[in-house]
């Protein structure tokens, strides 16, 4: 199973909107809306933020959502804050019955 | 409040076995599916393998079928990830991670991790 695909980095200024891509295939997202995102800081464990495409888990800003379309998902950051730089893991589920994840996406706040 | 604890990490040779544990509290362990995901050095993260919340069923990577395998305890709250023939390639934070929403398919607590180096 390969990983899926994320661009390296991205950066955007305070109050700006970004957008993190994340590519898999027909068999992983394209096959099923089990697409989840995941923020992490330096030396911390990873934090869900984004689940079955585009729900929140309880207590997580609405500055973030999520969206599907074909075999490409996409983490949307509004309002950017200097806390929101951090690395954001996209995963899906597979048909293989087993979890991807892709390779993270560095977001830096200029 | 949720707690996952991670032990047993340390510097095995190429070939090598260890078992990592995790300890849980805070919910009801046995009610909950759990996973393991690491992370090599300065890499994304890789989901490892998960158990089902009666340990009935588990599923692997297919880069750790036939070398791990994954248990638990639920009269003790512990998670045990037994690994075989462990190459440089293992190198990596393992986090133990609970199943959201009674899934596998994503996870809302972790541990904070534990650094697993195979190394000669």
């Known amino acids: 199973q390969s990983a899926l695909t994320q661009p390296a980095s991205v950066s955007g200024s305070p109050g700006q909107s970004i957008t993190i891509s994340c590519t898999g295939t027909s068999s992983d997202i394209g096959a099923y809306n089990y697409v989840s995102w995941y923020q992490q800081h330096p030396g911390t464990a990873p934090k869900l933020i984004i689940y079955n495409v585009s729900d929140r888990p309880s207590g997580v800003s609405n500055r973030f959502s999520g969206s599907k379309s074909g075999n490409t998902a996409s983490l949307i950051i509004s309002g950017l804050r200097a806390e929101d730089e951090a690395e954001y893991h996209c995963?899906?589920?597979?048909?293989?019955?087993?979890?991807?994840f892709g390779g993270g996406t560095k977001l830096t706040v200029l | 409040e949720v707690q996952l604890l991670e032990s047993g990490g340390g510097l095995v040779q190429p070939g090598g076995s260890l078992r990592l544990s995790c300890g849980a509290s805070?919910?009801?362990?046995?009610?909950?599916?759990m996973s393991w995901v690491r992370q090599a050095p300065g890499k994304g993260l890789e989901w490892v393998s998960c158990?089902?919340?009666?340990?009935?069923?588990?599923y692997y990577a297919d880069s750790v079928k036939g070398r791990f395998t994954l248990s638990r305890d639920n009269s003790k709250n512990t998670l045990s990830l037994e690994m075989n023939s462990l190459r440089p390639e293992d190198t990596a934070v393992y986090f133990c991670?609970?199943?959201?929403?009674?899934?596998?398919?994503?996870?809302?607590?972790w541990g904070q991790g534990i650094l697993l180096t195979v190394s000669s």
């Open positions: 158990i089902t919340d009666d340990g009935g069923k588990t």
């Open positions: 805070g919910f009801t362990f046995k009610t909950y599916h």
């Open positions: 991670a609970r199943g959201h929403s009674g899934t596998f398919l994503n996870f809302d607590y």
């Open positions: 995963s899906s589920f597979t048909a293989s019955i087993t979890l991807v």
